[in-house]
């Protein structure tokens, strides 16, 4: 069974910094197209963040801005999002996303982590 275990989040102020890191297991049956981060403000639809794929191409929120950097150890399974010069605004839940598909090839629904709480105080 997969599993996505988050850390990272928590309080910081504008301007400051903070990285997220997200560890899968599980997935030794599978092919991992991609991994990455998603977010939800109170509200407000979920919105992506950053996703790296398998390849090492990148996406990014329009919002991000040259601030954040997703990265990925691959040995470890895992996604990590460094986000720097955070604002108010990118207050939100933040959710590990890990797309895959199984040993036939068949494209499987998202796997979603339980979300970890960013807070960026003015």
């Known amino acids: 069974q997969v599993q996505l275990v988050e850390a990272g989040g928590g309080l910081v102020q504008a301007g400051g910094s903070l990285r997220l890191s997200c560890a899968a297991s599980?997935?030794?049956?599978?092919?991992?197209?991609?991994m990455g981060w998603y977010r939800q403000a109170p509200g407000k639809q979920r919105e992506l963040v950053a996703l790296i794929r398998s390849g090492g191409s990148t996406d990014y929120g329009e919002f991000v801005k040259g601030r954040f950097t997703i990265t990925r150890d691959n040995a470890k399974n895992t996604v990590y999002l460094q986000m720097n010069s955070l604002k108010p605004e990118d207050t939100a839940v933040y959710y590990c996303?890990?797309?895959?598909?199984?040993?036939?090839?068949?494209?499987?629904?998202?796997?979603w982590g339980q979300g970890t709480q960013v807070t960026v105080s003015s």
């Open positions: 599980g997935t030794i049956f599978l092919s991992i197209n991609a």
């Open positions: 996303n890990l797309q895959a598909t199984n040993s036939i090839g068949w494209r499987l629904p998202d796997y």
